[in-house]
């Protein structure tokens, strides 16, 4: 696939089949995760695949939890509602309780690292996990992911419970986990994203101001 038909086609895909998927597969997403940059080229991740029956069914459970005690009435579907939110809370609402048979489900931790802006006496307790070089490993993994087939999810409800997984899955607390991605054979077809333009948030030398006065740019449009 061309990038941008790929990057135009990575949906969050939450109806998984239970089929095994091979470790190679699993080994290549990660590893065009880890080809993503960081700062000082420290590459703060770790990956934690947890593909045991006990860690998918608790991680199912906590989600569940999670995602309820947040959205409450909000994720439950509405009847005869067609909408692309309906659509997407029916998939939401399938992910939830059909966690625990996705073949793998992928932390993502991240190493923890106070931001520049935070003064040295303000430093108590643990630091945040360095998300800045989170995300583009997470988003290479995404797009790795729609390459070879498999369908993945970026989700972050863990957060709620996220205190636990060290606890549950040995994970030191030098790092947080940042996104929990299920990840196996989609259910359905691939589609493509519904965004806006970036053309609409775009602005030139100032905020607000949309009208090319072309300098180093050349409109060629
Ligand atoms: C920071 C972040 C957190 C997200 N957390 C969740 C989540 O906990 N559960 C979930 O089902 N989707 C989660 N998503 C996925 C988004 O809901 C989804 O990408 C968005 O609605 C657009 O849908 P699309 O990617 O299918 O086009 C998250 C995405 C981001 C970027």
């Given amino acids: 696939m061309d990038f941008f038909d790929l990057v135009g086609n990575a949906r969050a895909m939450r109806r998984i089949k239970p089929d095994p998927v091979p470790l190679s597969l699993i080994r290549k997403v990660l ?33 569940a939890w999670a995602m309820r005690d947040r959205f409450g009435d909000a994720i439950v579907p509405k009847e005869g ?19 625990a048979e996705t073949p793998a489900i992928i932390l993502v931790c991240g190493v923890r690292d106070w931001p520049f802006a ?4 303000k430093r108590v307790g643990l630091a945040p996990p360095n998300y800045g070089a989170i ?55 691939f589609g493509p994203v519904s965004r806006r333009p970036a053309e609409a948030s775009t602005y030139f030398d100032s905020y607000g101001n949309q009208a090319l006065q072309p300098q180093g740019l050349r409109d060629d449009t």
Wanted: glycine share 8%; charged share 20%.
């Fill in 31 to 63: 590893d065009a995760g880890v080809k993503a940059s960081s700062g000082m080229n420290t590459q703060p991740w770790a990956f934690v695949v947890v593909q045991d029956k006990s860690g998918k069914e608790y991680l199912a459970e906590r989600y």
């Fill in 81 to 99: 509602d067609d909408s692309p939110t309906a659509r997407m809370i029916r998939a939401v609402q399938y992910q939830i309780e059909h966690l």
């Fill in 118 to 121: 935070v003064p040295a006496e």
């Fill in 135 to 189: 995300y583009p490993c997470v988003q290479n993994i995404l797009l790795a992911c729609r390459a070879v087939g498999l369908g993945a999810t970026l989700t972050t409800m863990h957060q709620m419970f996220e205190a636990e997984l060290h606890e549950r899955f040995g994970i030191p607390d030098e790092y947080g986990v940042v996104v929990m991605i299920p990840v196996g054979y989609p259910m359905g077809k």
